[in-house]
């Protein structure tokens, strides 16, 4: 999936699934696993404060640490270990 809009639903990213059709099986798990752990963080974050982009420059708050340490510990470790 690109970053621009879907030509169908114009949600960035794809709402209506349309962008997705393509992907592997394998690949929308992982997407579903990884949406489960952000959605898992959210819930035991529900106060959390992060910031508004990812650009240079931009302060990050202590929560966008947290979040990025949680999604390392819990996903990205398991797909540099070979999962797929």
Known sequence: MSLSDCEICWGTPCSCG????????DCLRRNIEMFNLVIRFKEE????????????????TEDDKKFLDYMNKCFFKKEKNGRT
């Open 45 to 60: 974050n529900p106060n959390a404060i992060f910031s508004p982009t990812w650009k240079i420059g931009v302060p990050r």
């Open 18 to 25: 349309w962008e997705w059709k393509t992907y592997t099986t």
